[in-house]
């Protein structure tokens, strides 16, 4: 949920700086049909407010086809700046879910301060719940996966990562000055 508020933070910067949504077909942004693909195969294997994926079979590595087909969306649109850093946030996911099986590994008390106690007591239950795995001890790379979170009172709160992270600020950089058509650092 933290990429949406970064998505919302960039389209209220730039509206803030008198920028218009219009503008963002100037920055030169080509297929994002394999965004749009991307996301569908997250949803399909992991859909939002569940624990059981709709498709039940090789979900782990789905997820991580998912990342390879937005690393080729980045590739193809290296030219727009904010895109290499949303890259690097993905990066930085991708590895940390390749490494743990497909999944990424997600702190129970981060999910609790975040008010997501269900999901939380899930992961203790199940060890896994939707694409997350619970972190433990022996969670390979551990600093990458969903441990920061936003407090419980904000909407929609939940834990996220590192890469997460970056991805939101990319994209807040992307509405916040393409709204106000500042597309290129080149």
Not at 44 to 72: D, M, N, R, W
Not at 83 to 112: C, D, H, Q, R
Not at 160 to 178: R, Y
Request: glycine share 12%; charged share 10%.
């Amino acid at each position: 949920m933290l990429l949406l508020w970064g998505v919302v933070g960039g389209v209220l910067v730039g509206l803030l700086r008198g920028g218009s949504i219009a503008n963002l077909e100037k920055m030169g942004i080509s297929h994002l049909w394999l965004v749009s693909i991307a996301l569908i195969i997250q949803l399909l294997v992991f859909p939002l407010f569940s624990e059981e994926p709709l498709i039940t079979f090789g979900t782990e590595l789905f997820h991580l086809a998912s990342y390879f087909i937005l690393f080729i969306f980045v590739i193809l649109n290296w030219g727009v700046w904010q895109i290499p850093i949303m890259g690097l946030g993905m990066t930085l996911n991708l590895l940390v879910i390749g490494i743990n099986g497909g999944y990424m590994p997600a702190s129970v008390k981060s999910l609790e301060r975040a008010g997501e106690s269900g999901v939380a007591k899930s992961l203790l239950e199940n060890g896994t719940y939707g694409n997350v795995i619970e972190m433990s001890d022996s969670t390979a790379l551990d600093f990458l996966g969903d441990w920061l979170y936003l407090p419980k009172w904000f909407p929609f709160s939940t834990a996220f990562s590192l890469g997460d992270t970056i991805i939101a600020i990319g994209l807040v950089l992307f509405f916040g000055l393409g709204m106000v058509n500042e597309t290129t650092g080149t």
